[in-house]
């Protein structure tokens, strides 16, 4: 079981910066890959970035790449880790809620390779 906790959304306005973090709760041995995805209203979840568990291996989408950056930080016991997506250059059609995600299998980009979630946190970009 792992538990997902975002937190660092909120209102700004266009071409700002913004932080997303994760915060993991998972047993101590769990090796897992975390990603970052987005849901505007009426859209589909959309695949943002993800990282490797040791943090060695990333893969953006190519409609953010060199804007976003996501990295992770493990506890040393791995039982509480932190993913992070640091936002630069933000547009109004950034505007979605974020999600971070867990899982052990690939492709990343896919939806269905993750088993846990966060509840999201909504950002907005004003222009």
């Known amino acids: 079981q792992v538990l997902l906790v975002e937190s660092g959304g909120g209102l700004v306005q266009a071409g700002a910066s913004l932080i997303l973090s994760c915060a993991a709760s998972a047993p101590t041995l769990s090796t897992y890959a975390m990603s970052w995805f987005c849901q505007a209203p009426g859209k589909q979840r959309e695949f943002l970035a993800a990282?490797?568990?040791?943090?060695?291996?990333?893969?953006?989408?190519?409609s953010v790449k060199g804007r976003f950056t996501i990295s992770r930080d493990n506890a040393r016991d791995n039982a509480n880790n932190t993913v992070y997506l640091q936002m630069n250059s933000l547009k109004p059609e950034d505007t979605a809620v974020y999600y971070c995600a867990a899982g052990w299998t690939t492709p990343w980009a896919l939806a269905e390779s993750y088993d846990y979630w966060g509840q999201g946190t909504q950002v907005t970009v004003s222009s």
């Open positions: 990282i490797s568990w040791s943090g060695g291996r990333f893969y953006y989408t190519d």
